[in-house]
Nanobody, 126 residues
Framework: VQLQASGGGLAQAGGSLQLSCAAS????????MGWFRQAPGKEREFVAS????????NYADSVKGRFTISRDNANNMVYLRMNKLKPEDTAVYYC????????????????????WGRGTLVTVSS
């Protein structure tokens, strides 16, 4: 399983960015997918997750109402649309896959995810 995140960059506070994650050819539609982030000097934290078919989503309180996770199973892609960005959103963002789930599950813990991609840096200026 290989995951490749992209779309990071520099944004102003209040602006938007969309992250993408391309997954290698595995049973993508049977994996829950998630986004996590890690700011300098801090632990990796949960941002959002989406269930197999994309029907269920889960968000950290800090991003609810601003971020939207979605997936395209036909193309093995998962996205994170980030609106109303804040300087505290600055971090390296990671895409992750969880194979040990059932349909509908939306895990929210780092240890639940078995596969991780390299991160993409998001910097939000004030």
């Amino acid at each position: 399983v290989q995951l490749q995140a992209s779309g990071g960059g520099l944004a102003q506070a209040g602006g938007s960015l969309q992250l993408s994650c391309a997954a290698s050819a595995f049973a993508f539609s049977r994996y829950a997918m998630g986004w996590f982030r890690q700011a300098p000097g801090k632990e990796r934290e949960f941002v959002a997750s989406v269930s197999w078919a994309g029907r269920n989503t889960n968000y950290a309180d800090s991003v609810k109402g601003r971020f939207t996770i979605s997936r395209d199973n036909a193309n093995n892609m998962v996205y994170l649309r980030m609106n109303k960005l804040k300087p505290e959103d600055t971090a390296v963002y990671y895409c992750a896959a969880d194979e040990n789930t059932v349909s509908g599950a939306v895990p929210g813990q780092v240890r639940a995810f078995e596969y991780w991609g390299r991160g993409t840096l998001v910097t939000v200026s004030s």
